[in-house]
């Protein structure tokens, strides 16, 4: 069984970073492939960014690129988004998720099979 625990969220201004943290508790960050997703008032849950498992391999969704960075602490089994350049419709609650790792990354929210609890991110303009 994999649990899931996010943290970090909060409210920063247009422009500015956060750093958000999903504790994983289980089997290591290698045999799993991992993401974040994100979903805003009245829409549905958005790809955000994904790694796979022992490769590495990322992928970002196109708002996102070259602002967010996914990344992952195998010692800490912790894994990580990085955003930078914050925008207003970056607002949501940010959710991470892990399904066995897999030769393709997945992309959409029924390819993974657990969740945490989410984390509220707030951009004021």
């Known amino acids: 069984q994999v649990q899931l625990a996010e943290s970090g969220g909060g409210s920063v201004q247009a422009g500015g970073s956060l750093r958000l943290s999903c504790t994983v508790s289980?089997?290591?960050?290698?045999?799993?492939?991992m993401a974040w997703f994100r979903q805003a008032i009245g829409k549905g849950r958005e790809f955000v960014a994904a790694?796979?498992?022992?490769?590495?391999?990322?992928d970002y969704a196109d708002s996102v690129k070259g602002r967010f960075t996914i990344s992952r602490d195998n010692a800490k089994t912790t894994l990580f988004l990085q955003m930078n350049s914050l925008k207003p419709e970056d607002t949501a609650i940010y959710y991470c998720?892990?399904?066995?790792?897999?030769?393709?990354?997945?992309?959409?929210?029924?390819?993974?099979?657990?969740w945490g609890q989410g984390t509220q991110v707030t951009i004021s303009s």
């Open positions: 998720a892990s399904r066995p790792n897999s030769v393709q990354l997945k992309l959409y929210d029924y390819d993974y099979e657990s």
């Open positions: 790694i796979r498992g022992y490769s590495g391999r990322t």
């Open positions: 289980g089997p290591t960050l290698q045999t799993r492939q």
